[in-house]
Every structure is written in C-alpha cells, then in structure tokens.
C-alpha cells in the first residue's frame, strides 16, 4: 500500500507542476480554470441557459451565477432574458469574451500539443483511456465527502 501511497503522492506533484506550467503558458491568464470552463461551454453551445451551465459545470445555481456575474462585469459573456418566459435567462459570449476564448483556446491547446509531443497516438489513446477512467471515477464520487 505504501508504494500505491507514492504513487499518488508523484501523481499530485506532477498534476500541480503541469496545472502551473500551463497557466505560465498561456498569456493573459486572467481566467480562473472555473472561468475557463464557463466560457469554453458558452463558446461550444453558442449560448446556454443559467441552470445548463450550472448542470454541466457540476456546480450550484448559485455558485454558476456568481461565475457569470463576475464574467459579465468583466465584458467577457452578456445575459439575455427569454422574450416568451422572462425567468429563463440564456448567457452567450460578448465580441470580447470571443476573442479572449478563442485565444486562451489555442494557447492551451499548443501547450497541450508540445505537452504530447513525445507520445505515440497508441500512448495517447491509453493515457486517454486512464483519464477516461479517473474521471469517471470522480463522477462516481461526486455527492460523497472527500477526503
């Protein structure tokens, strides 16, 4: 057990140098990874509903609405109420804020790209099929205090 221990100990270590790495990577990184995700499913849905993003995000309405405010003050995303129900707000992404994703987007992916570079496509597809796995396992996990 004490191996499986350093194992994950190494794990950590390398996750967190990684995480640092790419954010020194990617310029004007001014977005938290929350932000991040918030924006990059706004960018790939064109817009959402509040309650989607906060379903997708796997965070409260609350906590997803307080991520949009900020979003909002910052010129970066715009809300739109539903012209037939007026409670139903839908949140897309202003001129701005396309341009900061799209620029942060391809910054990430070049880290993501040189991060690979020495792997084989069968490597990447087992360390694909690891990550698959711990995520799914994270999801697993979700609703139960963690460690």
Do not use: C
């Not at 100990?9 to 918030?38: C, K, M, P, W």
């Not at 309405?61 to 307080?66: F, H, K, V």
């Not at 341009?99 to 790209?113: A, G, N, V």
């Amino acid at each position: 057990m004490a191996d499986r221990d350093q194992y994950i100990e190494n794990l950590d270590r390398i996750f967190s140098r990684i995480g640092r790495r790419l954010r020194h990577a990617v310029a004007e990184d001014t977005l938290t990874l929350g932000q991040y995700s918030l924006l990059k499913l706004v960018f790939d849905h064109h817009s959402m509903a509040v309650g989607e993003i906060a379903e997708q995000l796997g965070v409260s309405l609350a906590g997803a609405s307080g991520m949009i405010d900020r979003l909002v003050h910052a010129d970066l995303i715009m809300r739109t109420r539903s012209e037939s129900d007026r409670r139903v707000v839908t949140v897309s992404l202003t001129e701005t804020g396309w341009r900061q994703i799209e620029s942060h987007y391809t910054q990430r992916k070049d880290f993501l790209r040189h991060l690979f570079m020495n792997m084989s496509e069968e490597d990447l597809k087992t360390l694909l099929s690891l990550i698959e796995r711990m995520e799914e396992t994270a999801g697993q996990a979700e609703g139960r205090p963690q460690p």
